[in-house]
């Protein structure tokens, strides 16, 4: 009898204890949904702050301010039903956590004025976004970008004529035929390799834009000018303004900043034969007005990028000095393209051996985390092994740049005499 009296309380003790758990939990998710609804709320209210900084109208300010208020308020009301018990506490933690976050960005303490969010901000140089650019003719991202950074600059420039310049077969531009032809109408601009973010935001601070090298999509190489950038309010930059042929053709667009870091790094893709190509994080790093150079510069390549830089612009000459009937640039693309040949085989053939290299590091460290003596022995000579081919695909890339600038410098040189003849 004593016996079943244990077991009829237990179970009902059991029972209470269930009921009491599955109310918490159901308490718990309770929560968790008005804490999705508040975070929602506050989100919006920031979009709308935000959006309110650039009206002049001061009542909106005020109006928004005063719901803000209220929103603050409901918050605390909430979060003192947090405080029930550890359980609970745990349960919601998640949901808290990012009202919590998104709490910190929306309210300040202080005066009435200051419980506002802080608003995410931007550097924008003006005389962008309202820019109108036509071209009539096909690829011309580079001539699109040039003539924007151009009227940005205040310097009067025909997008029509940059492209019946530069690229009048509709190919491709090069990165030295935009350096070229900035520097021969009043722009000083040189080709920089594997710049950083910090180097484009410098100079939008200092008031010049820059134009870069990104990927499109599917490793389509796409020039665009870089002419703002947005930040949070802990000063992180999270975009950039651009206009281009493809995304900012009207107005100014906005590209999410991991979205530009990607297309940056790999302007040509990683397939095979484009991943062989060593352009990445590439810029061209205007520096302000100059006097108009009267000819062609001798070095116009980077010397990281020579063999790209050579058959790429080579390829540029032959053929807009063909349409455009210049025999010296036609000749002097013929002394790239034909010169620049071992030099090119040379360092693609460096990235191609510098790739291997990489796969059997990577297929070493893999053998080394899998343990063992076996697997450490092989692992650890992979590693050994393929640093080794590494470092001998850089030398050859080293070398094979070294006989493409030979064969840059050359063929500019040729069409260099074209306008020393011409005048």
Not at 71 to 82: G, I, L, P
Not at 97 to 113: A, Y
Not at 155 to 168: F, L, V
Not at 372 to 381: D, I, V, Y
Request: charged content about 20%.
């Amino acid at each position: 009898m004593k016996n079943r009296i244990l077991k009829q309380s237990g179970i009902t003790l059991l029972t209470v204890l269930l009921l009491g758990m599955f109310s918490t939990v159901l308490f718990a998710e309770k929560l968790q949904y008005e804490l999705e609804m508040a975070r929602m709320k506050y989100e919006r209210l920031y979009k709308q702050y935000v959006d309110s900084l650039n009206n002049t109208v001061t009542g909106t300010k005020s109006s928004l301010a005063e719901e803000v208020a209220a929103a603050k308020r409901q918050y605390e009301t909430v979060k003192k039903r947090f405080e029930i018990s550890q359980s609970t506490k745990d349960s919601v933690k998640k949901a808290a956590d990012q009202v919590k976050e998104t709490v910190e960005k929306v309210f300040s303490s202080g005066s009435s004025e200051a419980s506002a969010p802080v608003a995410e901000s931007s550097k924008t140089l003006p005389g962008y976004d309202g820019q109108k650019i036509s071209i009539d003719g096909d690829n011309y991202c580079g001539q699109f970008a040039m003539t924007s950074a151009f009227h940005g600059m205040g310097i009067p420039h025909d997008p029509q004529t940059a492209y019946k310049t530069t690229n009048p077969a509709g190919i491709f531009t090069s990165p030295p035929a935009i350096v070229e032809y900035l520097n021969m109408n009043g722009v000083d601009a040189i080709q920089r390799h594997n710049a950083s973010l910090n180097d484009l935001t410098a100079k939008i601070d200092a008031g010049l834009p820059v134009i870069v090298l990104v990927n499109s999509g599917s490793g389509t190489p796409h020039w665009v000018t870089i002419y703002g950038y947005t930040t949070d309010s802990s000063g992180n930059v999270t975009g950039v303004k651009m206009r281009d042929s493809y995304w900012g053709t009207s107005s100014g667009h906005t590209m999410d900043i991991e979205k530009f870091k990607a297309a940056w790094s790999d302007p040509v893709g990683n397939k095979l034969p484009n991943s062989l190509l060593g352009y990445s994080n590439l810029m061209i790093d205007i520096k302000g007005s100059r006097t108009a150079a009267q000819s062609p510069a001798a070095f116009n390549f980077n010397f990281n990028t020579a063999a790209e830089d050579n058959m790429a612009g080579g390829v540029n000459d032959v053929v807009t000095g063909f349409k455009r009937i210049a025999p010296m640039q036609l000749a002097g693309g013929i002394v790239k393209c034909v010169l620049g040949i071992p030099g090119t085989v040379v360092s693609v053939a460096g990235k191609g051996i510098s790739i291997g290299g990489d796969k059997i590091i990577d297929w070493g460290k893999a053998k080394l985390n899998n343990g063992g003596f076996g697997n450490t022995l092989l692992g650890g000579s992979a590693v050994v092994a393929g640093s080794v081919t590494k470092a001998a695909g850089w030398v050859a890339k080293a070398s094979g740049n070294l006989l493409s600038s030979v064969a840059c410098v050359a063929g500019n040189f040729t069409k260099k005499l074209g306008y020393v003849f011409a005048r």
